[in-house]
């Protein structure tokens, strides 16, 4: 149950009450922003709660259960500070969410409704729909190892204990010539051989993309001339001159693991585990049913 702070419940008491909506949304890369379904600015907590910022809510739908509670918060994309091309590009993915029914007369009065994050978000022609969850969203989440055959940790954690900021694993270059939209040439990388950074991250560092990552699909080296092509293409378009920081991919494997990398010993899959092979195997009057190790 919500406690509400006495001042704002005897402001409910009167009957007659100046309340509104107001959301604090922190992305992914620190910056807030404020909004409210009210006609002027309120601020409060050191943020401003633009009005007529191009954001509305639907009611709150909760359940007593385990069951992700929601709301639905739809925007224009004709607004200032929810643009299409960041929709896009992924910056208002998974950011967190304050909701806040506040006394528009008095922000003194408020009471924090929820918190939760961006889930799903919907695009049209004009217009977007981002859902709100809340924090029981996190409870439906995988949590603990997977059992299978090649590694389940992240190249560089703390699992894998690889030092990406390794000359050996890390480079550094700029745009050549664009290919297409996704696919470039680059300068600086010619000492690596081919295939070293598939798999890996561009971390771009200068350009529209700046401080964006992308994941390299292909890697090729022809006459000293890289050749990185990316799975996706980035919503900002790269340009001649885009400088950036490529770090080594992997493919999960425990052979490549010691022979790229020499770290088997922190390798985190599971090698000997069989595989599609046995689980189809069948028998045959060939014989190899005699009970031996596969």
Known sequence: MKSIPPDLQAHLDEGTTTLAWCWCI???DGVTFGFTDHDRTLSFDSTDFEPES???????????????????????????????????????????????????GDTGQRVLMRR?????????????????????HLVGQTVGRTFQATCDAALGDGRCGLDLENFAFKGSGSVIDLLRDRAFTASSLGGFTSGWFRFGTVEWTMGANAGRRAEVISHDVTDGIAVLTLLEAPVRAITEGDAFTIRAGCDKRMETCGAKFANTVNFRGFPHIP??????????KDGGHEGSVL
Do not use: P
């Not at 909760?62 to 918060?73: E, H, N, T």
């Not at 689980?279 to 045959?284: D, F, H, K, S």
């Open 116 to 136: 939760g994050a961006i889930g799903q978000i919907r695009r049209g022609r004009l217009a977007f729909v981002a859902e709100v969850r809340s924090l029981a």
């Open 26 to 28: 922190t992305r992914s």
């Open 54 to 104: 191009g954001l509305t809510a639907s009611e709150v739908r909760s359940g007593s259960d385990l069951s992700v509670d929601a709301q639905d918060a739809e925007g224009v994309l004709t607004s200032d500070r929810i643009t299409e091309t960041d929709i896009l590009d992924g910056r208002w993915d998974n950011a967190e969410v304050e909701v806040w029914r506040v006394n528009w």
């Open 275 to 284: 595989g599609q092979d046995a689980v189809l195997r069948y028998a045959t």
